[in-house]
């Protein structure tokens, strides 16, 4: 009101009206521009100028006009406000303890591992898609759908055309439509052993190390993946997931470790991760086979394995056949009896084929030439290896009992028993 009296006061045609024929009011500081007009036509109307004589009443009616075209009276820029803090459950308690309240993760099933495979639930990103600032309208806040600085200079409040409005939101609808069309295809692994298992999968290269080196020719095979239980005092049966992971180039260098974690993805690229930290070089005949025959006991499990001729293949238990292609031998038998338990089994195997003796190093102990006898050469030897040192004149010295570990099953073959003898014996009952 009193923006309006100082305007009035310089309008010539008012310049005979006295102060006091004014009578100010207080409005309200909240009240819009709009608001503020009106109140004063209401208030022009209703009397608050009382004029001396009927002479004056053309004054009036020109200052009613003057205010209402060529006056404005703009709201308050200082506006106070009153601090509100709502509580709820929502504001209480972060996104992550809200979701695994939906998911039911807390409880006691859920700590001892008792929930549900067909009623879990999985967590949604409900901010996926979602651009703060954007709407129908098409206006661009700094700071939140808009850089807030262009050119060093703050970006005002501003408004899309039309056209640039509806191509937004077809991009947008367009993106979503893709989401929803990728999150109804299944994605397919990669079959290992078998159809339900994670046995013999694939997970690819291990992650680069903190210094930059890349590791792109390894690949990586799951080789068991169990869950196991930790009895706690405070959250009693906790349940976490441990897996074998084997890793290798295929030109010899290979290794295996163990990675645990709650969740199953976590020991995956924890168990890749710190095999390639542990590797073993595993020596090759003719990159294709081992240097001898190799018989092995570790643990409660026994392993057997045999030298091969090229284009034999792998025939070993699916686990051998894994971890020999990825150290690069393609022709051996193997065989494993006793205890199959998939860790010693692993430990086993790389500790005989580590572990095997080079022709090199035959020839250097023995101070003799090592010689090969193959079936296309007939009777024929080929020397293979030769000793680097002095060449021994006296000969191998024979054992009168050869300390050589007897296989049952090798000698009903060298026998030509197929069937053990006392299979068709009938005995009589008792």
């Known amino acids: 009101m009193a923006a309006a009296v100082r305007a009035a006061s310089r309008l010539p045609v008012l310049r005979g009206v006295p102060s006091g024929h004014f009578r100010s009011r207080q409005l309200s500081l909240n009240t819009s521009s709009a608001a503020s007009t009106l109140a004063l036509k209401t208030a022009l109307s209703s009397g608050p100028l009382s004029p001396r004589g009927a002479s004056d009443s053309r004054h009036f009616t ?90 060093g200079v703050v970006q005002p409040i501003s408004q899309r055309s039309k056209e640039e409005q509806e191509k937004v939101e077809a991009n947008l609808l367009q993106q979503r439509e893709e989401w929803d069309r990728k999150r109804k295809i299944k994605v397919k692994r990669e079959r290992g052993w078998s159809g339900n298992t994670w046995g013999g999968v694939s997970l690819g290269p291990p992650d680069p190390d903190p210094s930059g080196e890349t590791f792109e020719d390894f690949d990586t095979r799951i080789l068991e993946v169990r869950n196991v239980f930790n009895m706690t005092a405070k959250e009693g049966r906790k349940k976490s997931v441990r897996v074998l992971v084997a890793v290798g180039n295929g030109k010899g260098a290979a290794g295996f470790a163990i990675g645990k974690a709650t969740e199953r993805v976590d020991a995956f690229r924890k168990a890749k991760n710190k095999a390639v930290h542990y590797l073993h070089y595993i020596e090759r005949y003719e990159d294709h086979t081992i240097f001898h025959d190799i018989s092995l006991r570790f643990k409660r499990t026994h392993i057997k394995m045999k030298k091969q001729p090229r284009g034999y293949g792998l025939r070993c ?80 010295p024979e054992e009168e009992v050869p300390d050589v570990k007897l296989d049952w099953e090798e000698v009903q073959l060298a026998q030509g028993m197929k069937r053990s003898v006392w299979a068709g014996l009938k005995r009589a009952a008792t």
């Open 317 to 396: 238990h699916r686990a051998i056949i894994t971890i020999c292609r990825l150290i690069g031998i393609k022709d051996m038998y193997a065989k494993v009896s006793g205890s199959v338990n998939m860790v010693n089994l692993t430990r086993g195997l790389f500790q005989g084929l580590s572990r095997q003796e080079t022709h090199q190093c035959l020839a250097d102990r023995k101070g003799l030439h090592v010689v090969e006898f193959r079936e296309e050469c007939g009777p024929l030897p080929i020397v293979v290896a030769s000793p680097q040192g002095a060449l021994r004149t006296d000969p191998e």
């Open 62 to 151: 020109s200052l009613s006009h003057a205010l209402q075209t060529q006056c404005c009276i703009a709201s308050p820029s200082i506006l106070t406000g009153q601090q509100y803090r709502p509580y709820s459950f929502f504001t209480k308690l972060t996104a992550d303890e809200l979701w695994k309240g939906v998911l039911a993760e807390t409880g006691a099933g859920g700590r001892k591992g008792r929930g549900k495979r067909s009623k879990k639930k999985r967590k949604k990103d409900l901010n996926r898609g979602q651009v703060i600032g954007e709407g129908h309208s098409g206006y661009l806040w700094p700071g939140l759908n808009v850089p807030l600085l262009k050119n």
